[in-house]
T-cell receptor
Protein backbone atom coordinates (compact mmCIF):
# COMPACT_ATOMS: atom_id res chain seq x y z
CA UNK A 1 0.00 0.00 0.00
CA UNK A 2 1.30 3.46 -0.89
CA UNK A 3 2.01 5.79 1.99
CA UNK A 4 0.17 8.65 0.27
CA UNK A 5 -2.90 7.86 -1.81
CA UNK A 6 -4.68 10.10 -4.26
CA UNK A 7 -7.33 9.62 -6.88
CA UNK A 8 -5.38 10.12 -10.13
CA UNK A 9 -8.42 11.53 -11.97
CA UNK A 10 -8.48 13.17 -14.42
CA UNK A 11 -10.92 15.75 -13.18
CA UNK A 12 -12.39 17.64 -16.12
CA UNK A 13 -14.21 20.80 -15.06
CA UNK A 14 -15.44 23.96 -16.77
CA UNK A 15 -13.92 27.32 -16.03
CA UNK A 16 -15.37 28.85 -12.90
CA UNK A 17 -16.15 25.52 -11.29
CA UNK A 18 -15.18 24.53 -7.77
CA UNK A 19 -13.22 21.31 -7.50
CA UNK A 20 -11.95 19.35 -4.52
CA UNK A 21 -9.13 16.85 -4.28
CA UNK A 22 -8.61 14.40 -1.46
CA UNK A 23 -5.63 12.54 -0.18
CA UNK A 24 -5.01 10.02 2.57
CA UNK A 25 -1.76 9.10 4.26
CA UNK A 26 -0.98 5.97 6.19
CA UNK A 27 1.87 6.95 8.50
CA UNK A 28 0.55 8.59 11.66
CA UNK A 29 4.08 9.87 12.36
CA UNK A 30 3.78 12.30 9.47
CA UNK A 31 4.23 15.83 10.73
CA UNK A 32 4.07 18.17 7.76
CA UNK A 33 1.72 18.27 4.82
CA UNK A 34 1.79 20.07 1.53
CA UNK A 35 0.17 20.45 -1.83
CA UNK A 36 2.48 20.78 -4.81
CA UNK A 37 1.56 21.54 -8.37
CA UNK A 38 3.33 19.84 -11.28
CA UNK A 39 2.90 20.90 -14.87
CA UNK A 40 3.53 18.39 -17.63
CA UNK A 41 7.22 17.44 -17.84
CA UNK A 42 8.20 20.02 -15.25
CA UNK A 43 9.37 19.96 -11.67
CA UNK A 44 6.89 20.15 -8.78
CA UNK A 45 6.30 23.56 -7.24
CA UNK A 46 5.04 24.20 -3.74
CA UNK A 47 1.44 25.39 -3.82
CA UNK A 48 0.78 25.59 -0.12
CA UNK A 49 1.45 24.00 3.21
CA UNK A 50 -1.49 22.42 5.02
CA UNK A 51 -2.29 23.08 8.65
CA UNK A 52 -4.72 21.44 11.05
CA UNK A 53 -6.65 24.68 11.40
CA UNK A 54 -7.12 24.85 7.65
CA UNK A 55 -5.60 27.55 5.53
CA UNK A 56 -6.52 29.58 2.52
CA UNK A 57 -4.49 31.25 -0.19
CA UNK A 58 -6.69 33.13 -2.60
CA UNK A 59 -8.86 30.62 -4.44
CA UNK A 60 -7.14 27.67 -2.79
CA UNK A 61 -8.16 26.18 0.56
CA UNK A 62 -6.38 23.28 2.21
CA UNK A 63 -7.61 21.20 5.13
CA UNK A 64 -5.98 18.56 7.28
CA UNK A 65 -7.72 16.00 9.45
CA UNK A 66 -5.09 14.24 11.53
CA UNK A 67 -7.56 11.86 13.15
CA UNK A 68 -8.68 10.56 9.76
CA UNK A 69 -5.24 11.07 8.16
CA UNK A 70 -6.90 12.95 5.38
CA UNK A 71 -5.88 16.06 3.45
CA UNK A 72 -7.95 18.08 1.01
CA UNK A 73 -7.51 20.87 -1.48
CA UNK A 74 -10.38 23.02 -2.72
CA UNK A 75 -10.02 25.22 -5.76
CA UNK A 76 -12.70 27.82 -6.33
CA UNK A 77 -13.46 29.67 -9.55
CA UNK A 78 -11.18 27.41 -11.62
CA UNK A 79 -9.05 29.04 -14.29
CA UNK A 80 -7.63 27.48 -17.42
CA UNK A 81 -4.19 28.02 -15.91
CA UNK A 82 -5.08 25.74 -12.98
CA UNK A 83 -4.81 22.75 -15.33
CA UNK A 84 -1.99 20.65 -13.87
CA UNK A 85 -1.32 17.67 -11.64
CA UNK A 86 -1.74 18.32 -7.93
CA UNK A 87 0.54 16.33 -5.67
CA UNK A 88 -0.26 15.57 -2.06
CA UNK A 89 2.99 15.44 -0.10
CA UNK A 90 3.82 14.50 3.46
CA UNK A 91 6.97 14.72 5.52
CA UNK A 92 7.95 13.01 8.73
CA UNK A 93 9.89 16.12 9.63
CA UNK A 94 8.73 19.50 10.72
CA UNK A 95 9.17 21.21 7.38
CA UNK A 96 9.51 20.39 3.72
CA UNK A 97 13.28 20.55 3.86
CA UNK A 98 13.70 16.85 4.55
CA UNK A 99 12.48 13.65 2.96
CA UNK A 100 9.19 14.17 1.13
CA UNK A 101 6.73 11.41 0.28
CA UNK A 102 4.68 12.18 -2.79
CA UNK A 103 1.29 10.93 -3.80
CA UNK A 104 0.70 9.88 -7.38
CA UNK A 105 -1.01 13.16 -8.13
CA UNK A 106 -4.47 14.17 -9.26
CA UNK A 107 -4.78 15.59 -12.75
CA UNK A 108 -7.03 18.59 -13.27
CA UNK A 109 -8.11 19.77 -16.70
CA UNK A 110 -10.05 23.02 -16.75
CA UNK A 111 -11.93 23.57 -19.98
CA UNK A 112 -13.30 26.81 -21.44
CA UNK B 1 13.23 32.37 -4.36
CA UNK B 2 16.32 30.18 -4.51
CA UNK B 3 17.22 28.58 -7.83
CA UNK B 4 18.33 25.03 -8.54
CA UNK B 5 19.56 24.07 -11.99
CA UNK B 6 20.07 20.68 -13.60
CA UNK B 7 22.15 19.70 -16.56
CA UNK B 8 21.46 18.25 -19.00
CA UNK B 9 17.72 18.78 -19.32
CA UNK B 10 17.42 15.88 -21.69
CA UNK B 11 19.74 13.03 -22.60
CA UNK B 12 19.48 10.02 -24.86
CA UNK B 13 22.07 7.33 -24.47
CA UNK B 14 22.70 3.79 -25.56
CA UNK B 15 22.23 0.84 -23.29
CA UNK B 16 25.36 0.05 -21.32
CA UNK B 17 26.72 3.58 -21.20
CA UNK B 18 26.92 5.83 -18.16
CA UNK B 19 25.23 9.19 -17.79
CA UNK B 20 26.08 11.97 -15.36
CA UNK B 21 23.47 14.50 -14.25
CA UNK B 22 24.48 17.67 -12.42
CA UNK B 23 22.42 19.54 -9.88
CA UNK B 24 23.48 23.01 -8.77
CA UNK B 25 22.12 25.46 -6.25
CA UNK B 26 22.78 28.79 -7.90
CA UNK B 27 22.30 31.32 -5.16
CA UNK B 28 22.44 29.47 -1.88
CA UNK B 29 24.48 26.81 -0.17
CA UNK B 30 22.66 23.52 -0.15
CA UNK B 31 23.50 21.50 2.91
CA UNK B 32 21.27 18.69 1.69
CA UNK B 33 20.40 17.57 -1.80
CA UNK B 34 17.87 14.96 -2.80
CA UNK B 35 17.52 12.87 -5.94
CA UNK B 36 14.09 11.74 -7.10
CA UNK B 37 12.92 9.64 -10.00
CA UNK B 38 9.53 9.82 -11.65
CA UNK B 39 8.20 7.26 -14.11
CA UNK B 40 5.27 8.24 -16.38
CA UNK B 41 1.99 8.66 -14.50
CA UNK B 42 3.66 7.79 -11.22
CA UNK B 43 4.70 9.75 -8.17
CA UNK B 44 8.13 11.15 -7.49
CA UNK B 45 10.12 8.58 -5.59
CA UNK B 46 13.06 9.59 -3.47
CA UNK B 47 16.20 7.73 -4.50
CA UNK B 48 18.76 9.15 -2.12
CA UNK B 49 19.65 11.98 0.20
CA UNK B 50 23.09 13.50 0.17
CA UNK B 51 24.84 15.86 2.51
CA UNK B 52 27.91 17.76 1.44
CA UNK B 53 31.09 15.87 2.16
CA UNK B 54 29.47 12.64 3.27
CA UNK B 55 28.15 9.49 1.62
CA UNK B 56 24.64 9.54 0.26
CA UNK B 57 21.85 7.69 2.04
CA UNK B 58 19.95 5.53 -0.41
CA UNK B 59 16.32 4.53 -0.15
CA UNK B 60 15.40 0.88 0.04
CA UNK B 61 15.53 -0.78 -3.37
CA UNK B 62 17.87 1.78 -4.95
CA UNK B 63 21.20 0.28 -5.98
CA UNK B 64 23.98 2.50 -4.73
CA UNK B 65 26.52 0.96 -7.10
CA UNK B 66 24.33 1.75 -10.06
CA UNK B 67 23.30 5.26 -9.05
CA UNK B 68 26.46 7.00 -7.90
CA UNK B 69 25.93 10.22 -6.04
CA UNK B 70 28.62 12.74 -5.29
CA UNK B 71 28.01 15.89 -3.27
CA UNK B 72 31.44 17.43 -3.38
CA UNK B 73 30.51 21.01 -2.61
CA UNK B 74 27.69 22.99 -1.07
CA UNK B 75 26.42 23.96 -4.51
CA UNK B 76 26.89 20.82 -6.59
CA UNK B 77 25.67 17.25 -6.48
CA UNK B 78 25.98 14.74 -9.31
CA UNK B 79 24.08 11.56 -10.06
CA UNK B 80 25.74 9.06 -12.37
CA UNK B 81 23.61 6.30 -13.81
CA UNK B 82 26.10 3.55 -14.56
CA UNK B 83 25.56 0.94 -17.26
CA UNK B 84 22.17 2.40 -18.08
CA UNK B 85 19.40 0.16 -19.37
CA UNK B 86 16.05 1.01 -20.97
CA UNK B 87 14.27 0.47 -17.64
CA UNK B 88 16.34 3.36 -16.22
CA UNK B 89 14.59 5.72 -18.65
CA UNK B 90 12.83 8.20 -16.39
CA UNK B 91 12.55 11.79 -15.25
CA UNK B 92 15.27 12.49 -12.68
CA UNK B 93 14.72 15.50 -10.44
CA UNK B 94 17.04 16.91 -7.83
CA UNK B 95 16.16 19.24 -5.02
CA UNK B 96 18.13 21.16 -2.46
CA UNK B 97 17.53 22.62 0.93
CA UNK B 98 19.68 25.15 2.66
CA UNK B 99 20.52 25.64 6.29
CA UNK B 100 18.00 27.07 8.77
CA UNK B 101 18.02 30.81 8.64
CA UNK B 102 17.74 30.93 4.86
CA UNK B 103 15.15 33.56 4.04
CA UNK B 104 12.90 31.11 2.27
CA UNK B 105 13.51 27.88 4.12
CA UNK B 106 12.19 25.11 1.99
CA UNK B 107 13.19 22.45 -0.49
CA UNK B 108 13.83 23.79 -3.98
CA UNK B 109 13.48 21.56 -7.02
CA UNK B 110 15.56 21.56 -10.17
CA UNK B 111 13.82 21.46 -13.57
CA UNK B 112 14.54 17.77 -14.04
CA UNK B 113 16.49 15.64 -16.51
CA UNK B 114 14.68 13.36 -18.89
CA UNK B 115 16.78 10.27 -19.53
CA UNK B 116 16.01 7.94 -22.42
CA UNK B 117 18.08 4.79 -22.78
CA UNK B 118 17.83 3.09 -26.16
Amino acid sequence: RKEVEQDPGPFNVPEGATVAFNCTYSNSASQSFFWYRQDCRKEPKLLMSVYSSGNEDGRFTAQLNRASQYISLLIRDSKLSDSATYLCVVSHGSSNTGKLIFGQGTTLQVKP
Amino acid sequence: GAVVSQHPSRVICKSGTSVKIECRSLDFQATTMFWYRQFPKQSLMLMATSNEGSKATYEQGVEKDKFLINHASLTLSTLTVTSAHPEDSSFYICSASGPPGLVEYEQYFGPGTRLTVT
